[in-house]
């Protein structure tokens, strides 16, 4: 299973940006899915899930400004961010909440001040 996120980039702090993951391979699924976050040094986190039943759950760093969606017909998830802070800054990646599907390259986002 391949995963390509893109959307990124550098955006001023409130502003908005949308990431999408396409899944692609062999007997791959959507039902459960994460957003994840990684800055250098740091251990990545989880800041965002989507379940089989469409269920979410976003870490409180980000609850009420980020939002995941998913298009099973894409085969994508989605990733809204808005009110972007600095600490916001990070590389962001898509997996399923196993963290078994191979990591892609993800998509930075870089939030200025």
């Known amino acids: 299973v391949q995963l390509q996120a893109s959307g990124g980039g550098l955006v001023q702090a409130g502003g908005s940006l949308k990431l999408s993951c396409v899944a692609s391979?062999?007997?791959?699924?959507?039902?459960?899915m994460g957003w994840y976050r990684q800055t250098p040094g740091k251990i990545r986190e989880e800041v965002a899930r989507?379940?089989?039943?469409?269920?979410?759950h976003y870490d409180e760093s980000v609850k009420g400004r980020f939002t995941i969606s998913r298009d099973t017909a894409k085969n994508t998830v989605f990733l809204q961010l808005t009110a972007l802070k600095p600490e916001d800054t990070a590389a962001y990646y898509c997996?399923?909440?196993?963290?078994?599907?191979?990591w892609g390259q993800g998509t930075q986002v870089t939030v200025s001040s």
């Open positions: 391979g062999n007997d791959f699924s959507l039902d459960y």
């Open positions: 989507i379940t089989k039943f469409g269920s979410t």
């Open positions: 997996n399923n909440l196993l963290n078994t599907y191979a």
